[in-house]
């Protein structure tokens, strides 16, 4: 019996079947942020002029208002972010190394999960029931805590072999918290794929694993792309919660600077570094989206 | 003549439906069979339990002298030899065509890249789809992207080849390129079970057909006979229905 549903060919195109014989780029309808979607020069001067006024406007009322000069010295003072962004900066390497490292392991653990909770059938129960109780256990613990009670238990217990390293312990409480939501998205993206791909795949004489592995875990990785680059941005700033076990990282640093100028602008300058690098990787999967979309709509040219 | 198929007391239920309810079959090689019958008579379940794509809850299945309803059949070995082709062409969207044909080649059978591209070419080419070989499938129309899926199901080189509806989520003047190509299968000798609401191709193509009707065959027999004077009052209704909607 065929499936009820959409037609399989759904993959990426957002609302509806494209015209097959459309120029790329041409069904694209999205508002943009500049110009609002009409890019002749008139209108792009008009967007430019009006959004310098209105946050002129805006700042003037900011700066004039009663307390500005206060905040201000606290938290936008430009001596002290002078003397601070670059020690911060130093020490944010340490970051990053942990949530490389974590995001690595992240994206293999996770789609372990994933997969084992996608078994079919009922000699997989045990396996389904593991892969949920891990997902629901680290998804309900704050990761505060899981940080806590690996860094400051698991050497506590001076058992052997068991190591006393706090970037270990804060990456490998990372990686279990995460990839417990990175399982969630892989999950999704499984089930996403209509299940006429596997009957397709399966009748072509591949095993169930190939099926996976060739058919749905490419169609399931790309979709999800969007939401797990969201979970890793999570992650990237979740790395500063492992100062919690002394580790002096990047806000370990900007606490100690600012707990001995009385002044807080070393935080607002960590915030700046964390804002500044999700931006890219923002845009670095509106990029790959795009790629991915152009790619299938203009190989006719071949 | 050798035996292709042979079906023996096949029943299969969805839960509390009984859709197939004793189905007996036999398909000798090189001969073209179409199934025909109403919506939900049961000839995509049939085809899908042929494909093993749904386990049978009783009688048996042979392909060739293999009973492949057995217990402790291989059966990806199995599906190696029927090929099937769906309704909705169900090819692999995040590959070309090339790759959606070598794909079953190159896991199942272990061929090299280049033996496998080789032969996908060729049959490409046979096919008149050579030019396609490098676009993805949601580039083509919809004529196009069934032929590509008779030609992946053809690159396992099957010994029977199961259609079903392939021309039912086809416009109505993409249907032809494919019954052609179908038809040219057919010349070649290709074993083939076809489920279909084309009556005219059914008629032209068919060495038998066999009418279903509420999970049995009712009636088989060569299409001219069946076509022009049925022996079952349910045939008669059926064929009168597909008349009187302009489908014969």
Redesign the interface.
């Known amino acids: 019996m065929g499936q009820p549903g959409p037609s399989p060919n759904v993959y990426f195109s957002p609302g509806g079947e494209g015209d097959p014989g459309m120029p790329p780029g041409s069904g694209d309808r999205r508002p943009r942020i500049l110009g609002g979607g009409d890019s002749s020069a008139r209108n792009v001067w008009i967007a430019v002029a009006s959004t310098v006024i209105f946050f002129g406007f805006i700042a003037l009322i900011v700066v004039r208002s009663p307390g500005w000069p206060e905040i201000k010295e606290s938290f936008f003072n430009g001596a002290e972010f002078r003397a601070s962004f670059p020690v911060i900066l130093q020490k944010f390497v340490r970051n990053i190394f942990i949530f490389c490292i974590a995001e690595v392991l992240v994206l293999i653990l996770a789609l372990f999960i994933a997969v084992l909770r996608s078994l079919p059938g009922p000699v997989f129960t045990p396996l389904r029931i593991m892969a949920a109780a891990y997902t629901d256990l680290f998804r309900g613990v704050p990761t505060i805590l899981v940080i806590l009670l690996l860094g400051y238990g698991m050497p506590a217990l001076n058992l052997q072999g068991i190591p006393d390293n706090d970037y270990l312990w804060g990456i490998l409480a990372l990686t279990l918290v995460y990839s417990a939501y990175v399982a969630e998205v892989y999950r999704a993206g499984i089930q996403s794929v209509h299940p006429s791909q596997v009957a397709a795949a399966r009748s072509l004489g591949l095993s169930r694993w190939r099926s996976m592995r060739h058919v749905v875990l490419p169609q399931a990785v790309r979709r999800v792309i969007p939401p797990l680059l969201n979970d890793f941005i999570g992650l990237q700033k979740d790395s500063a919660l492992v100062f919690v076990l002394g580790v002096v990282d990047a806000l370990g640093q900007a606490q100690i600077i600012q707990q001995g100028d009385f002044n807080f602008t070393p935080l607002v300058a960590l915030s700046l570094i964390f804002i500044v690098i999700t931006i890219p990787q923002a845009r670095l999967v509106d990029w790959l989206i795009a790629r991915d979309q152009r790619k299938r709509q203009s190989s006719a040219a071949v | 003549m050798t035996r292709a198929v042979e079906i023996r007391g096949l029943h299969k239920s969805?839960d509390d439906l009984e859709?197939l309810k004793g189905i007996d079959l036999a398909v000798d090689s090189h001969e073209v069979v179409c199934l025909i019958g109403a919506s939900g008579s049961g000839k995509?379940?049939l085809l899908?339990c042929i494909?093993l794509?749904?386990p049978i809850d009783a009688g048996s299945i042979a392909i060739g002298d293999e009973e492949i309803t057995a217990h402790g059949v291989n059966v990806?070995?199995t599906?190696?030899r029927?090929?099937?082709v769906?309704?909705?062409?169900?090819?692999?969207?995040?590959m070309?065509v090339l790759r959606n044909v070598t794909?079953?080649p190159r896991?199942?059978l272990k061929a090299s890249k280049a033996d496998a591209e080789r032969d996908a070419m060729a049959l490409l080419e046979r096919f008149g789809l050579a030019d396609k070989a490098?676009?993805?499938?949601?580039?083509?129309?919809g004529g196009q992207?069934q032929r590509v899926a008779i030609v992946?199901?053809l690159a396992?080189k099957p010994d029977i080849l199961l259609l079903?509806e392939v021309t039912s989520?086809l416009d109505p003047v993409l249907v032809a390129e494919v019954l052609d190509q179908i038809r040219e299968l057919a010349e070649q000798g290709m074993t083939m079970i076809i489920a279909t609401h084309e009556m005219g191709f059914a008629r032209d193509v068919a060495n038998r057909v066999f009418f279903l009707h509420q999970g049995q065959i009712l009636e088989e027999g060569p299409p001219d006979r069946i076509f022009s004077e049925p022996e079952q009052e349910e045939t008669r209704r059926f064929l009168d229905r597909i008349i009187a909607a302009g489908r014969m």
């Open positions: 969805f859709v995509s379940t899908r494909n794509l749904e990806d070995a599906r190696r029927v090929g099937i769906f309704q909705a062409f169900n090819l692999f969207p995040h070309t794909l079953a896991e199942v490098s676009d993805y499938p949601d580039r083509l129309s992207q992946r199901a396992m079903d989520a």
